[in-house]
């Protein structure tokens, strides 16, 4: 193939994570938290120290926001925690929260190149497909898979794999991109190669991590999903 040819992404699906990779929600999922300790009169933790916790979930969220006040409650009173967070995040689950700069572009260009595209996250369903609607990305993702659509979720590798059937996709035809440990976890489980962005939630440097490639920004998204289809998909025993 020669350099200047794009590869062609008619048969491709491509499987995005949602919170950190397409939506920066971490303003309005820190909102949430910060509104569900005001409950019981412990002060706004700062974006800074719950950032790296939101791929974990709101529980985990919850949870480290406590031992940041040196808190520790019984799981009971978690729960009620979390029924408050989830209460006030649903009613304002897009108050603060954007898209990535870059993300529409790509994503028409995705679309307009004929690749499937997919979301598949630990968010709750009903709250990935609010989200995206109040942000009008509903209409680019031919499924939208969250924590509660199967039995399993991320890092098991049928989430993902639910997803691109939902999606009608093929495994082998299939990338992930994603921001954390989760998503790199589930996409080797699945035996599909994954592009991590570096400006999402993470614990852990995502360059260390071990993703296929490594992108600082949306506007390289599509370069690096033609290098990546060239050089993964288009080898021998990957066609199928």
């Known amino acids: 193939m020669q350099p200047d040819v794009k590869p062609d992404m008619h048969d491709i699906t491509l ?24 409950g019981i009169d412990l002060g706004p933790v700062p974006e800074a120290e719950l950032r790296r916790w939101i791929s974990f979930g709101a529980r985990r969220m919850l949870e480290e926001a406590l031992a940041h006040h040196g808190d520790n409650l019984p799981a009971g009173d978690v729960d009620d925690l979390l029924a408050t967070f989830l209460t006030y ?15 529409v572009e790509a994503l028409v260009t995705l679309k307009d190149r004929g690749a499937r595209l997919a979301v598949c996250t630990n968010k709750r369903e009903a709250l990935s497909r609010q989200l995206l609607d109040a942000l009008s990305l509903s209409n680019y993702f031919s499924a939208i898979a969250g924590r509660d659509t199967f039995k399993v979720y991320k890092p098991h590798p049928d989430h993902l794999l639910g997803t691109i059937e ?14 954390s440990a989760t998503d790199i976890a589930t996409a080797k489980a699945a ?10 939630y993470t614990d852990i440097p995502v360059r260390d991590l071990g993703a296929d490639r490594v992108i600082d920004c949306h506007t390289q998204l599509i370069a690096t999903l033609d290098d990546l289809l060239q050089e993964r998909l288009s080898a021998p025993g990957k066609s199928a």
Do not use: C, K
């Open 15 to 38: 499987v995005f994570d949602l919170d950190g990779t397409l939506v920066d929600t971490a303003p309005d999922l820190v909102d949430a938290t910060n509104h569900a300790l005001s």
């Open 89 to 103: 995040y649903e009613a304002n689950i897009a108050e603060r929260s954007r898209p990535y700069e870059g993300v």
């Open 166 to 179: 939902m999606a009608s996709g093929r495994a082998l035809r299939s990338v992930m991109i994603g921001d």
């Open 191 to 200: 035996q599909i190669p994954v592009v991590a962005v570096s400006f999402g």
